[in-house]
């Protein structure tokens, strides 16, 4: 029934196995693949014809978990999996971006890869699985595909890199790097590091491409054995026509459009060009009464591109021209405010070139962590960073909407990079959110969120160890001959070759990730794009440091917060019968009282005052009397012999007549009554009864 093709190879001191022919055999390609306990499922179909009017590519990418992997069930009411989480959406564009570049210009057959993870050890992750798979799915149909790819991960536990590390391993590991690439070069980098030098992330990413290496000629030798004759397809030559008028009547002017300062102003250059010599080129080619065909007009609009594409890439290749003027290492105006909104708990404006976000900070408490229900495993994330992108940041209209692929993944980034400078939660036990707003865009407005999140952290009050600062690099290469360029703006983006960002401290790296246009790039480009990225991290600091270089004071609608330890068996006490204890002490104060199974009480109050009374009411119930303490007391009730007071919740003393003044009172109603508050020295303890005096206080 099933002509089952199985081929295994040992990666990272596990097994890995592919098969195909018995499962999914209707999709184009298909394969099963199992590393350790983790499987995941892989398909690629295509559309039988193309789709007609696209000038992009069509590709969709699939991540999906399904929570029988883990043996677990589904979070919400209906106990069924729903929209993808955060994680496989972020899976999802982790596999398409080294897939996208490795097909032929100009295919545009609708395409879908769907990656499903059936089973999940809970040691072997399936994101870099996912990528190899893909692109072994694609190699045995009849895309044209131009790989094999292959994905793996890279820890760095003790100065040893580690393949493929468990999720255990990971949290430990100053590293977590997933590279992606070809036999000859790497296409793809996500990284979050522990300030580690571009030396060792290098060294990482050399060690990760030797064993992708391996896992592509393992790619090719099962293709060899079940892949399908490949689909015929040539790369579309643009229409003569159209290629020799707008070369003859375009060229030298588009020189001088690109080159228009401002990218609105640029904009409006090159769209006026476009327009004048598209009408000229009706005017001449047809007939006042011949309508001009959407094909051609499609022609002219794909060649127009392409050779705006053509002079802003030669023009910094050979001339080291950039469109706006300046240097291929030179980074464009910076400015960095702090506190530019008055009622938030911290906020920070980042400005570069025509890129702006203003950043928000948000300091709460237990009760304001996010759940993640994943396949490893339920948890609080205590920081978040959320990024916005409306279209009014490009100066257009558009859809504002629930955030999409882009603008979450843009958001994790920019999360990851300054996750690693945040407090210990034992040092500071708030939840903190981010917001990035973009304002303005023209270029990585992932990495302005970086700079402005900082600045936002250290306005707040938060103790970060140090500002994190972000920057983009660009690359653009014909043949042997490349120039890497810093900074890069919005036009440089779309028509280079590499998008390389490069978030980190003054001391390493924090974050990395890089998307290529081309099949790849060799260690040379990389290692020095990673040198003009420090040069600009720490110019771009300079400015930050200036702006505001230490944690400032918090405002006072910040909660206040303090951390105590009660023993175990006074846990129920504070708690009391039904809660009522806590309940007790959150409805007098307003505050907030966290308790966890260790004993660790956290007290979350709007103003110190509210916090002192809070934790004197904690105190009353989990703290004994204490000889020679002295305790804020009220009168409770006053006899002949002295007067009792509250000193503690539940806990009273007796000041005796002989105890309140040096001087003698003969009468104590003379001097108190219920309702006085003043302080008392505890003068002794004995079978439970507390005696207390006034004397010399």
């Known amino acids: 029934m099933f002509n089952e093709t ?28 199992q590393y350790g306990d983790t499987v995941i499922l892989t398909t690629v179909n295509r559309s039988k014809a193309p789709k007609a009017g696209l000038d992009f590519f069509p590709l969709t990418v699939e991540y999906v978990e399904k929570f029988y992997a883990a043996g677990k069930f589904p979070g919400g009411f209906n106990k069924r999996e729903s929209r993808p989480g955060n994680d496989a959406i972020l899976t999802s564009r982790l596999i398409d971006r080294p897939i996208r570049p490795m097909f032929p210009a100009g295919f545009n057959y609708d395409t879908q890869i769907v990656n499903t993870a059936m089973s999940f050890d809970g040691k072997n992750t399936a994101n870099h699985i996912g990528i190899t798979m893909s692109s072994l799915s694609l190699m045995i149909s009849d895309l044209p595909f131009l790989g094999p790819v292959a994905g793996v991960v890279v820890g760095y536990i003790n100065g040893e890199f580690i393949l493929n590390p468990t999720p255990e391993q990971l ?15 790497i296409n793809m980098v996500e990284a979050g590091a522990s300030e580690l030098s571009e030396d060792t992330i290098l060294k990482a990413m050399m060690f990760a491409h030797e064993n992708i290496k391996k896992l592509c000629a393992f790619q090719k030798e099962f293709t060899a054995l079940v892949g399908k004759e490949k689909m015929e397809f040539i790369s579309p030559e643009p229409l003569a026509l159209v290629k020799e008028f707008i070369d003859a009547e375009c060229t030298e002017e588009l020189k001088l459009a ?14 006026l060009l476009e327009e004048r010599t598209f009408e000229t080129f009706k005017e001449l080619n047809f007939s006042s009464e011949g309508e001009i065909s959407a094909e051609i007009t499609k022609e002219f609009k794909n060649y127009f591109h392409d050779l705006m594409k053509k002079v802003v890439r030669e023009a910094i290749l050979f001339q080291k021209h950039r469109a706006d003027g300046r240097k291929t290492t030179e980074i464009r105006a910076l400015n960095a405010e702090v506190g530019v909104l008055p009622i938030p708990h911290g906020s920070a404006m980042f400005t570069r070139g025509e890129t702006q976000a203003i950043v928000v900070a948000t300091l709460g408490t237990k009760a304001d962590e996010q759940l993640v229900d994943s396949l490893e495993k339920d948890y609080f994330k205590k920081f978040y960073l959320h990024y916005n992108f409306p279209p009014y940041s490009v100066g257009e209209t558009g859809r504002m909407g629930a955030p ?13 990079a300054l996750s690693y400078v945040l407090p210990t939660q034992e040092d500071f036990p708030y939840t903190i959110r981010l917001v990035s707003e973009i304002t303005e865009s023209n270029g990585s407005s992932s990495q302005a969120s970086v700079c402005g999140g900082s600045l936002a952290l250290m306005n707040a009050g938060v103790p970060i160890r140090e500002h994190v600062a972000g920057i983009a690099m660009g690359l653009i290469k ?12 919005g036009l ?12 980190g ?3 390493g790296i924090t974050a990395l990730q890089m998307d290529m246009k081309i099949t790849g790039i060799n260690e040379a480009v990389l290692k020095q794009a990673m040198a003009q990225a420090l040069t600009a991290r720490l110019e771009i600091l300079e400015v930050m440091n200036a702006a505001v270089s230490t944690k400032q004071e918090m405002k006072p609608t910040v909660p206040r917060i303090h951390q105590m330890i009660i023993p175990k068996d006074k846990i129920a006490v504070l708690i009391g019968p039904g809660g009522k204890n806590i309940k007790g002490i959150i409805e007098a104060t307003g505050a907030t009282v966290d308790i966890d199974d260790t004993g660790k009480v956290a007290i979350f109050a709007i103003g110190l005052d509210v916090l ?9 119930y989990v703290k004994d009397v204490e000889i020679g303490e002295i305790y804020k007391g009220k009168v409770v009730n006053i006899q002949k012999f002295g007067a009792f007071m509250e000193i503690m919740p539940g806990k009273e003393g007796l000041l005796h007549i002989s105890e309140i003044s040096a001087e003698r009172v003969a009468n104590v109603e003379d001097v108190l009554k219920v309702g006085d508050v003043f302080d008392v020295k505890v003068k002794g303890v004995e079978s439970g009864k507390v005696s207390l005096t006034k004397k010399g206080l």
């Open 478 to 489: 014909e043949g042997e001959d490349y120039v890497v360029l810093t900074d890069i703006q």
């Open 612 to 620: 002192e009374k809070t934790i004197q009411l904690v105190n009353g």
């Open 171 to 185: 949290e430990i590991s100053e590293l977590d790097l997933v590279v992606a690439g070809t036999e000859d070069a």
């Open 6 to 33: 199985k081929l295994s190879m040992e990666l990272g001191g596990r097994t890995l196995t592919v098969a195909t022919g018995k499962v999914a055999r209707q999709s184009n390609g298909s394969v099963m693949a």
């Open 492 to 503: 440089e983006d779309h028509l280079g070759d590499m998008d390389f960002k490069v978030a």
């Open 404 to 416: 999409g692929r882009r603008e979450l993944g843009h958001g994790a980034l920019a999360e990851r």
């Open 505 to 507: 401290t003054k001391k």
């Open 258 to 271: 690109v080159v228009t300062v401002g990218k609105h102003s640029r904009d409006e250059a090159i769209n």
